[in-house]
Each structure stands twice: as structure tokens, then as C-alpha cells.
């Protein structure tokens, strides 16, 4: 198999944790015979530093050329100010991208259940996908600044509410039947458009699928109290940001989650769902696993290598319980020290 990554490091903890990843996919490709072709771009506020621009025309050429993209983080207080901002090229990269379903699964490790905040018999079990729209939605919306007064315009047509909604009932139909769309529609027309065009796909195109509703209030409770309840969520994209994040803490840290971000063309986008955490870049603490197992997809999803990803995945566990990770869970071994181990392992 020939793989060809665009790796997009960013800012922040994005190299650390990304050079391990790479480091891992460049001996799982010796090993298992595959031949990786992995070249570097700015991307972030690096970019913006060495280009003017978050998202320069280099890199976007590079991951429309590629066969995944495999991205770090970017942002960070140097930026944050700007009238160009790092955040800002992901959400081009994205929207230039097409890829408008970004999965983002939270399951729980039996090793890390003291980890938690949560109870035990709370996260025991816990295996949800997210499924949230990553392209529309208030993100993209036109956005004012007059006088005193700002606005954030929140905007869906039926075609990108069902697009997303095919994704989760596809992916649905493959786990357990069961489908959880978050929405906000006792207030916003955005989602009452959205709850009428879910209800729909469903009854006429999935009509084997369970589906239920929720407001993102109540989803964002019950996903602490009874997080073993969700199997599929579907959300639009500022609540899907949002529920993801809370979601990281059942496993125990942020620094866990991965995603990957699809849409028509051939090409994802493979991500750790944290963000760059310029408080702890350059100190070599950062948890790669997020990013480790956002590559792990990659090799899933983007070339069908099941065993490959299985065996980086359980690498991981093993790493987990034998207490090899990072501070953000009370372990002592460096970002750097996490990858040594793991390539040892896999090796
Ligand atoms: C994420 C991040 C981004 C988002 C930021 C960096 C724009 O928080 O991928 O979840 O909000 O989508
Ligand atoms: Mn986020």
C-alpha cells in the first residue's frame, strides 16, 4: 500500500504529539510492508508567521493532493488578537476541504476508569459516535461588527442537514440501530429545520433506525449522567464542538479523542479533537494518544489497513495498562518517552 499524508503540525503541542504519530505510522508502514510518503506544511499561526496567511496556497494544493491529511493543532495567544487568526485556516481548510462530517467516537478504557471524573459504573461501556456537521452552522455565518453591536449569523439548508444526517443513519445501520439528534429546537429555526429533515430522512430512508430528540441542554446533562444511553449523536457544528469536549472527560482527559473529518471528495482529515495548548507546548507533557489513535483511523478508514490500526490501537491499551502515559493522567512518561515505547512495541 502507498500512502501519501499530508502532515499539518500547527502550533503549540501540534509537532509534539504530531511527530509521534508520525513516528508510529513510519514503523507500522516498515513493518507491515507499506510505503509512506509523508511531506510537512505550515499550517496556523506557523503559516501566518512565515506566509501572511493561515492556510497558504501551498498546503491547500498539498491536502487536496493527498490521500489523508493528518493534522496537529493550531492557535495560540500570539495569534489570538490578529486580524488573521489561525483558527481561520481550519475552518478554510475545512470548508475547502468539503469535508462536512467530522466522527468524533468517546469510548472508555477499563485501565483508565479511576481516571475519570466521573463514577465507574457511570462510563463503564461507553462507546458513542459523534457525528458533527463541520461546515455550516454559525461557524460560517455572516458575522458584523457595527458600533457596540456584534453578530454571528447561524444558517442550514435542508441539502447540508441531510447530507450529515445520511452519514450518522449510515453509520447507525452499522452499530446499534439507534440514532440521537441534539438540537435546540424549542428556540432556534436552524433547528427546528434540523429535527423536521432527520425525522424525515429517517422515516423514509432508515426507517429500521430508533431515533430520538434531544435539546442540547438536556443532552449535555444526561451525557454526564447516563453516558452508557448514547450510542449515534448527530448535532450541528457549534454543539457538536461543544458536546464533544464535555464527552472527553468519561474517558478522562481531552487528550484521548480523536476524529476524522469527511465529506465527497477522497480525501480526511484526521485530528486529535484538543486544541494546540500553548500553556504546556515545548515541555514535552502533551498526551499523544488523541493523535496516535486519530492516525490509527487514518489507517482504518482511509486505506482499509484493519489490522494495522488494530494493532497501534492496542499498543495503546497496553500502554494504558501497564500506566505508561502522560501527566494530564497522572502518569510520568513525556510525550516523546509515550512514542518510544509504543514504536518499540510495535516494532
Ligand atoms: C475543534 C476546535 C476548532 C473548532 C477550533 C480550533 C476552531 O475546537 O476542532 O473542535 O471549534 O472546530
Ligand atoms: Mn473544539
Redesign the pocket.
Given at each position: 500500500m502507498k500512502m501519501k499524508i499530508a502532515y499539518i503540525p500547527g502550533d503549540g503541542i501540534g509537532p509534539e504529539i504530531g511527530k509521534v504519530a508520525v513516528d508510529i505510522l513510519q514503523t507500522v508502514a516498515n513493518k507491515y510492508g507499506h510505503e509512506v510518503d509523508i511531506k510537512e506544511y505550515d499550517f496556523g499561526g506557523i503559516a501566518i508567521d512565515n506566509h501572511g496567511e493561515p492556510l497558504p496556497k501551498e498546503t491547500l494544493q498539498a491536502c487536496k493532493d493527498a490521500d489523508a491529511v493528518l493534522l496537529g493543532a493550531?492557535?495560540g495567544p500570539k495569534w489570538a488578537h490578529g486580524e488573521i487568526t489561525p483558527?481561520k485556516g481550519?475552518?478554510a481548510l475545512r470548508k475547502e476541504m468539503g469535508t462536512f462530517a467530522n466522527l468524533r467516537p468517546v469510548k472508555t478504557w477499563e485501565a483508565l476508569y479511576d481516571r475519570s471524573p466521573l463514577k465507574t459504573d457511570r462510563i463503564k461501556g461507553v462507546d458513542i459516535m459523534f457525528v458533527r456537521e463541520l461546515t455550516g452552522g454559525i461557524y460560517f455565518g455572516k458575522k458584523t461588527r457595527v458600533g457596540d453591536t456584534a453578530t454571528d449569523t447561524c444558517e442550514y439548508s435542508v441539502y447540508e442537514v441531510e447530507r450529515i444526517v445520511r452519514v450518522a443513519c449510515e453509520i447507525a445501520m452499522k452499530r446499534k440501530k439507534r440514532l440521537t439528534s441534539v438540537d435546540k429546537a424549542n428556540v432556534l429555526e436552524t433547528s427546528r429545520l434540523w429535527r423536521e429533515v432527520t425525522i424525515r430522512i429517517v422515516e423514509t430512508e432508515y426507517p429500521e433506525l430508533e431515533l430520538e430528540h434531544y435539546y442540547v441542554d438536556a443532552a449535555s446533562m444526561h451525557l454526564l449522567s447516563r453516558p452508557t444511553d448514547f450510542d449515534v449523536v448527530v448535532t450541528e457544528n457549534m454543539f457538536g464542538?461543544i458536546l464533544s469536549d464535555e464527552a472527553s472527560m468519561i474517558p478522562g482527559s481531552l487528550g484521548l479523542l480523536p476524529s476524522s473529518s469527511q465529506g465527497d471528495s477522497k480525501t480526511a482529515i484526521y485530528e486529535p479533537?484538543h486544541?494546540s495548548a500553548p500553556d504546556i507546548a515545548g515541555k514535552n507533557i502533551a498526551n499523544p494518544f488523541g493523535m496516535i489513535l486519530s492516525m490509527s483511523m487514518m489507517l482504518r478508514q482511509s486505506f482499509g489497513l484493519e489490522i494495522e490500526a488494530r494493532a497501534v490501537e492496542d499498543a495503546v491499551e497496553q500502554m494504558m495498562e501497564n500506566g505508561e502515559y502522560t501527566s494530564d493522567l497522572d502518569g510520568i512518561f513525556s510525550t516523546s518517552a509515550v512514542g518510544e515505547k509504543l514504536c518499540a512495541m510495535l516494532r
Open positions: 493550531i492557535g483558527e481550519i475552518l464542538d479533537i486544541g
